[in-house]
């Protein structure tokens, strides 16, 4: 027996919390990929002109595309991700000079801001999933 298909995303809509959550995470991801860009290539970068470090913003812009079509996997891994980005901003918050010291603490906000987003909305969607039928067990 197969299980029946899951609801599609347009069959029912969104409870405002799903959407508040993925707009904020999407927001603060966007947020973070942008500042990165920037901060790297433009605004204080380590090396006059900018450097390679401009593409440690990778990672996130894959995950902007599975926030976006929101998948749960890529809610609960960004979470995690989200950290390495954290320990930067406040590394370089700390060590850096002049403007490195304040897109240092910018990076750390939208780090909290992601953290939070996405832990709210993992936890929400799991509290209010449809519950699943045990398996028979042939006798």
């Known amino acids: 027996m ?3 298909p899951a609801p599609s995303a347009s069959s029912a809509p969104l409870p405002p919390v799903v959407l508040w ?5 999407v927001g603060s991801l966007a947020g973070l990929i942008v500042l990165g860009v920037a901060w790297e290539l433009w605004l204080a970068p380590l090396r006059p002109g900018g450097t390679w ?15 976006l079509r929101h998948r749960m996997y890529t809610y609960r ?15 370089r ?7 490195g010291t304040v897109l240092g603490l910018v ?5 909290l801001v992601l953290f939070t987003a996405c832990g709210l909305h993992v936890r929400w969607r799991l509290g209010h999933a449809a519950p699943v039928e045990p398996a028979k067990e042939a006798a």
Do not use: H, M, N, Q
């Open 53 to 67: 470090l401009a593409l440690k913003v990778l990672p996130l812009a894959f995950a902007l595309a599975g926030l």
């Open 77 to 91: 891994w960004v979470s995690l991700l989200v950290w390495l980005y954290f320990i930067e901003g406040v590394v």
């Open 2 to 4: 197969t299980a029946p």
């Open 21 to 25: 959550t993925r707009a904020l995470a």
């Open 107 to 111: 990076e750390v906000l939208l780090c």
């Open 93 to 99: 918050a700390g060590s850096d000079r002049g403007p």
